[in-house]
């Protein structure tokens, strides 16, 4: 069992930065992969970008591809996401989830692990 903590969500101008910090306590083993999802009111969750936890290979969508990092620490079991240029549209409550399988990076169905989410909010 897994059990993830998101922190460092907040309110931030548009152009700022935020970094996210998801804490996991548990096992994570060399095969899962670590995801950032995100979700608007009223639109369905997406995904935001991925990072296997052996070899630390990433993944983004199109949408934050140049603007976010995601990392992992594995001495601290802890997965991060740096936010810079942010845009309005970057509004979302922000998860972060664990793949036990590694079987996909970008859909949540493979995601087994779920934290609670912090939320981002961007203003103009």
């Known amino acids: 069992q897994v059990q993830l903590v998101e922190s460092g969500g907040g309110l931030v101008q548009a152009g700022g930065s935020l970094r996210l910090s998801c804490a996991a306590s548990g096992h994570i083993f060399s095969r899962y992969v670590m995801g950032w999802f995100r979700q608007a009111p009223g639109k369905e969750r997406e995904f935001v970008a991925a990072?296997?936890?052996?070899?630390?290979?990433?993944y983004y969508a199109d949408s934050v591809k140049g603007r976010f990092t995601i990392s992992r620490d594995t001495a601290k079991n802890t997965v991060y996401l740096q936010m810079n240029s942010l845009k309005p549209e970057d509004t979302a409550v922000y998860y972060c989830?664990?793949?036990?399988?590694?079987?996909?990076?970008?859909?949540?169905?493979?995601?087994?692990?779920w934290g609670q989410g912090t939320q981002v909010t961007v203003s103009s």
């Open positions: 989830a664990a793949d036990p399988m590694g079987a996909s990076y970008n859909d949540y169905a493979t995601y087994a692990y």
């Open positions: 990072i296997s936890w052996s070899v630390g290979s990433t």
